[in-house]
């Protein structure tokens, strides 16, 4: 019987890439999202390359409900050898009228959503000595960006949750992947005004994502240039980055 990965946001974009990469690569798939219809389409996509699928409507922000879809897709599928947090939403709260409801949705799903991926997950991979996790965070994190202050502190939350996790896990025989694209070609980033730098295909993100979650590795970020300017933007100091950063159009 092929192993069963879990992948949360997996009725579309990078979430429904990575299923059927994952059935690819001989995986089963269980996949969870809110809208069923778009699951099942995944799911015959899955099947279409010789695996079983199995897929359970649920949001991420809803902890109940989401114990109940990790428990069904197990009965079908089996014990979770790979879970994959990529349930996300964006947002981006207008500072003239901050609107604490989004900025908290924004957390409930990109943060509080994939911990609980996590406090699923782990119990079972723990008992077994093997396992493999993984969110699909952002290097929207590395700094704040304009006015994007909610989504890219959760992205941030995301990505040192999960990093400090993985420290944690050492000698545990369970591995911990963060995950920081730049922008992939989605129906999330199609609604965004302005050029979008290096936009990768959703396919593309996936076969890197699987790539680099197998092999164990602490960090995968992509694409390089992308990574690279992200890292030279989060070590610039306070007043540089300031200027720079109001120098960009507001595309909204």
Known sequence: MAEHVLITGASAGIGAALAVEMAGRGFDVGLIARREE?????????????????????????????????????????????????????????????DLEAVRRLHEVNFLGAAAVAALALPGMLARRRGRLAVISSVAGYRGLPRSGAYCAAKAAASVFFESLRVDLRGSGVTCTVVEPGFV????????????????????????????????????????RMALIMRVVRALPDWAYDRLVARRPDHK
């Open 38 to 98: 778009l699951l099942r389409e995944v799911a015959e996509r899955v099947r279409a390359r010789g695996q079983r699928a199995a897929f359970a409507a649920a949001d991420v922000a809803d902890q109940a409900a989401l114990a109940r879809a990790f428990a069904s897709l197990e009965a079908d599928l089996g014990p979770i050898e790979v879970a994959v947090a990529n349930a996300g939403v964006a947002g981006s709260p207008d500072v003239q009228n901050l």
């Open 185 to 224: 070609a989605t129906a999330m980033t199609a609604e965004r005004k302005g050029r979008l730098p290096f936009l990768m295909e959703a396919d593309e993100a996936a076969r890197r994502i699987a790539r680099g979650v197998l092999a164990g590795r602490r960090r995968v970020v992509f694409p390089r």
